[in-house]
């Protein structure tokens, strides 16, 4: 499979198998979704360089980072302990189904509800936009350091105190109350409006665009 293909598959789908698995399990385990979500595409540029591009290369994608994601909390214990005891009503099977759902509602929803998480006041307004980037559209770290005309090692921190915040902040995938979003819509539409051009700003640069929203 050609590099260029699989990049464009990741951009495509990383935000949505991310923002799936961080509202299954909670946005304070929003980088062992990230790690997750790599290590799938690791796995499928190996595999598919030996074996073929699959029949439907979203579909295995998905398959597999359920399985690693599965895993990943069974074996933590945080599957049984916390959230299948919440899903009693249904049968197991169905529950690691529901847990993980990457039916296309709720991958809409999922991204939606990561968008207002993200914006949340309590994260500078740099940090959401080198979330966005990061989570919203799999821009690599690289990437994200030339658009903010920085260094990996600056925004490698600059995020991980955005996710931090997240963390101490308490701050839910879901979508705000009626006030809340009042509050966030004029960030979460900034947010859109850079997304909505991104090629554009790693050309121009996110300070230029900074300044014209100042």
Known sequence: ME???????FQQEFSKMVAVIS???????????EDIVSETFLQ???????????????????????????????RNKILETKI??????????DQEAQI???????????????????CTPAIASEA???????????????????????????????????KEKLRTEKVQLELPSEN?????LDNVLHVIYLLSVKDIILKLKIRFCEKIYV
């Open 3 to 9: 590099k260029e293909s699989l990049k464009h598959l």
């Open 23 to 33: 509202k299954s399990f909670g946005l304070q385990h929003i980088e062992i979704a």
């Open 44 to 74: 499928a540029t190996e595999t598919w360089e030996t074996k073929g591009l699959p029949q439907h290369p979203t579909a295995w994608l998905y398959a597999v980072a359920r399985q690693k994601t599965l895993y990943y909390f069974r």
């Open 84 to 93: 299948i005891p919440e899903l009693t009503i249904m049968q197991e099977k």
């Open 100 to 118: 993980l759902n990457f039916s296309d509602e709720n991958i809409k929803d999922s991204q939606l509800q990561m968008l207002f998480a993200i």
């Open 128 to 162: 959401q936009i080198g979330l966005a980037l990061r989570i919203l559209c799999g821009f690599g770290i690289d990437e994200i350091a030339e658009a903010f005309l920085s260094n990996k090692e600056t925004i490698n921190k600059r995020l991980f105190r955005a």
């Open 180 to 184: 809340e979003i009042a509050n966030r």
